[in-house]
């Protein structure tokens, strides 16, 4: 069983910078593979960004290419999601999922494991 716990939301203007951090417990992060998710009010949610369990395949949604960033620390059981150059439409709630030995996948099917989310709001 893992746990996973979002963290780093909040309100920010156009063009500020949030860094988003799931911490993991409960088993060895670092044979999971992580992604992250977002959901806005009615709509569908929809995949942002996801690591291999190793780190060395990302891929990235095309509405963030170029200004998120994700990352993993498997010392301090975490996966990092840095947000640049926000815009209002990424606002929503944003969920990190996992999967052991996932590779980066940005299905939501693919993960079984998932956090409360932590919301992001970007104000005009």
């Known amino acids: 069983q893992v746990q996973l716990v979002e963290s780093g939301g909040g309100l920010v203007q156009t063009g500020g910078s949030l860094r988003l951090s799931c911490t993991a417990s409960g088993r060895t992060f670092s044979s999971y593979g992580t992604g992250w998710f977002r959901q806005a009010p009615r709509k569908e949610r929809e995949f942002v960004a996801a690591?291999?369990?190793?780190?060395?395949?990302?891929v990235y949604a095309d509405s963030v290419k170029g200004r998120f960033s994700i990352s993993r620390d498997n010392a301090k059981n975490t996966v990092n999601l840095r947000m640049n150059d926000l815009k209002p439409e990424d606002t929503a709630v944003y969920y990190c999922?996992?999967?052991?030995?996932?590779?980066?996948?940005?299905?939501?099917?693919?993960?079984?494991?998932w956090g409360q989310g932590t919301q992001v709001t970007v104000s005009s």
């Open positions: 690591i291999s369990w190793n780190g060395g395949r990302i």
């Open positions: 999922a996992a999967a052991r030995y996932s590779d980066s996948s940005s299905s939501t099917s693919s993960y079984n494991y």
